[in-house]
């Protein structure tokens, strides 16, 4: 019988061919450590709360466990790490935390909205790192519903999630989850308000729910009306009577911090209403169809908006009310549709922006403000020492103001051009730079301007305010505008301006038909206006005298077309004549005039060249050491820089100012 042998037990062949390989054991795979207890994470929790309840089970705190997980690299700020905070893993810290608690990380990844948030490398280094985020720069976060938590948590800890726009009533226990910061280590006012009472609150936050499905930019709209609704808050209506009410059937207590923390849960039903309005496009097309082509200076200017809003609102005081404001988040935002024409074109985000100045105060800053002043002041995030760059804004627009309140003294008005100064001081430059801001600016900052000068940011050009002054003080001095018989008694330039507003009268800003009509012109008198009736004598006269001036001033009549005196434009004066001389077309009594005082006020060459010309023989004159055929040094003036003693004419060098002849050309 032959013997069989199994394969395995038959000697392996050794390939020759091949060099012999040494045999490796294989090494296990470094995996991390797991931890002895499973720890589930709560939908919309913050990661920094979830590591404090794994931490809890370990009777360690989550600093402690974080340090032990991940490398902190020896960075101050893990060590300051507060509960209202958040921390952020990169992708290796994410494998070790996940392996640790037990849970798979897609399981994590849904449940902690931050916990896919990553931060650069260069901050994190290489390996499993964590960040600390403060609760300034993070979205708000409060205990949310104690109820839901204890059965969540069955009753062992407390959790930290963050509060949606759309989600801060609890529908189940019928509650409002409040932001609430910590202060000194504990939390500054309770979690929660009790919505038993008051159903509006759970009825907007389903409009809110199906607003955000409908319209792509309804999460915008609710920022923009969540300021709005804060700036109405300190607003001092006594119409308003709503507000009061729900406030007292949600707060325990009636002081100044629930005041403050319940201001978002007492406003939710009229921001989400709101922010439907906003996010109308059919009423942001009648908001354009009232604009026009024109910014609104005052809310109403859109009186189409102002009617909507109070009636959706259901307050039809409101209309009143919001008729008077110029500043504020309103008003930034219809700006801001008119100067992107949403009605017409893809809105962009700009309409959507709010603006520092106008966001609503955060909830730390509110209960700092409300604490009795002979308490100790907690540390908060937001609550502490202002910022030496807003100190100094606000020491420079102190600055400013003082300077702005003694002009309006002084003139009237804030209408002031780009480049006056005074003492040193450019007023007109800092006035430009707070019209630039516009509605951005500070209602505070806004409202203390406005009350120097309700017209100091007209949503014209300042030009034409100044020059509507002139006609008002013309009209306060008792000379009345007569449109309808060509604007006697005004001078040549105001009446003809004047005749130029009755031609483009319909084309005008609403605000500024209301100016007008203040000075005696009416829609039907600009329709009868008269041009301005030109006296060519008392023009001349006039142009004469200031000539003489200047010739007494400067000893020549070679003024440059900028060049004013008194406020008279001699040098265009002078410029215009020049032009008619040269062709011969100029009034043979007016150029005997001019003669008499300077024979070479029109010559054939540029008026330039003569200036300067006279400007060297004046330094000849005075004793300056300037040899005749050597060229005069650059450092001698600005005004004949390149000119040298022999291209000037012998007659011109000889030329005596006393003799009155001109030479035959």
């Known amino acids: ?25 294989e090494l296990p795979l470094h995996r991390p450590p797991s931890g002895a207890v499973r720890v589930a994470p709560l939908i919309g929790e913050t990661t920094l709360s979830f590591m404090r309840r794994v931490a809890s089970r370990y009777k360690l705190t989550a600093k402690e466990l974080i340090g032990a997980l991940v490398d902190v690299g020896r960075r101050p700020n893990l060590f300051t790490v507060r509960p209202d905070g958040e921390v952020v893993f990169n992708a290796g810290a994410r494998a070790v935390v996940a392996a640790f608690c037990r849970i798979p990380e897609e399981h994590l990844h849904r449940a902690l909205p931050a916990w896919g948030r990553d931060v650069p490398s260069s901050r994190l280094g290489s390996g499993p790192a964590a960040w600390v985020r403060t609760a300034a720069t993070i979205p708000p976060t409060g205990p949310g ?30 509650c409002w989850m409040l932001e609430t910061p910590v202060v000194d280590g504990a939390a500054a006012v309770l979690g929660q308000l009790d919505l038993r009472y008051v159903p509006q609150n759970g009825a907007a936050q389903r409009r809110h729910v199906r607003l955000l499905r409908r319209s792509a930019h309804a999460g915008e709209a609710f920022t923009v009306a969540q ?30 911090a629930w005041r403050a923390a319940a201001r978002d849960a007492v406003t939710y039903p009229e921001a989400v209403t709101l922010a439907a309005a906003l996010a109308d496009p059919i009423l942001q097309q009648r908001l354009l169809d009232d604009a026009g082509r024109h910014q609104p200076h005052a809310l109403a200017d859109v009186p189409s908006l102002v009617d909507e809003l109070a009636r959706r609102l259901e307050r039809p005081w409101m209309a009143g009310r919001l008729s008077a404001l110029t500043t504020g988040p309103l008003n930034a935002w219809v700006r801001a549709c008119v100067r992107t024409r949403a009605g017409h074109k893809p809105k962009t985000r700009s309409m959507w922006h709010v603006s520092p100045p106008h966001r609503p105060a955060p909830i730390t800053r509110l209960l700092a403000e409300t604490r009795p002043v002979d308490e100790t002041p907690g540390k908060t995030e937001s609550a ?62 806004s409202q203390a301007l406005a009350a120097l000068d309700p017209w100091w940011n007209p949503a014209w050009s300042t030009l034409w305010q100044r020059i509507y002054l002139r006609a008002r003080r013309l009209l306060d001095s008792g000379t009345d505008i007569r449109p309808e018989q060509g604007f006697p008694g005004t001078s040549e330039n105001l009446g003809t301006w004047l005749y130029r507003q009755c031609q483009v009268y319909s084309s005008l800003h609403p605000q500024q038909r209301r100016l007008l009509a203040q000075i005696g012109i009416s829609a039907e008198a600009a329709r009868h206006a008269l041009p301005r009736r030109r006296n060519l004598a008392e023009a001349r006269d006039q142009g004469l005298t200031n000539a003489r001036a200047y010739w007494k001033q400067h000893g020549h009549l070679c003024a440059s077309a900028a060049d004013t005196h008194a406020g008279f434009p001699i040098g265009q004066w002078l410029t215009n004549h020049r032009v008619r001389a040269r062709r011969g077309i100029l009034d043979p009594a007016l150029t005997q005039q001019l003669d008499a005082m300077d024979p070479w006020w029109a010559p054939p060459w540029p008026s330039d060249w003569q200036r300067a010309c006279y400007t060297v023989t004046e330094l000849v004159r005075s004793g300056h050491p300037s040899p005749p055929k050597a060229p005069l040094q650059p450092s001698t003036t600005n005004s004949v820089n390149g000119y040298t003693p ?6 011109a060098w000889q030329w005596n100012s006393a003799d009155s002849s001109r030479p035959s050309d």
């Open 227 to 256: 300021a709005i609704m804060a700036s109405w808050w300190d607003e001092p209506w006594p119409e308003e009577i709503l507000w009061p009410d729900r406030l007292r059937l949600m707060a325990p207590g009636n002081d100044l």
């Open 145 to 174: 519903c104690r109820a839901c938590t204890a059965t969540a948590t069955r009753g062992r800890e407390e959790a930290r999630r963050y509060l949606l726009p759309h989600g801060r009533v609890c529908v189940k226990h019928q």
């Open 384 to 445: 502490g020492a202002s910022a030496p760059d807003v100190v100094e804004t606000a020491k420079g627009f102190a600055r400013g103001l003082r300077r702005a309140r003694i002009y309006a003294t002084e003139h009237g008005h804030l209408c002031i051009p780009y480049r006056y100064e005074e003492d040193g001081f450019q007023l007109g430059l800092w006035l430009s730079n707070q019209r630039a801001a516009g509605p951005q600016l500070s209602p505070e900052r």
């Open 646 to 651: 022999n291209v000037c004419p012998t007659p």
């Open 1 to 25: 019988m032959k013997k069989t042998t199994s394969p395995l037990m038959e000697p392996a062949v050794r390939d020759h061919s091949q060099p012999p390989q040494r045999e490796q054991n």
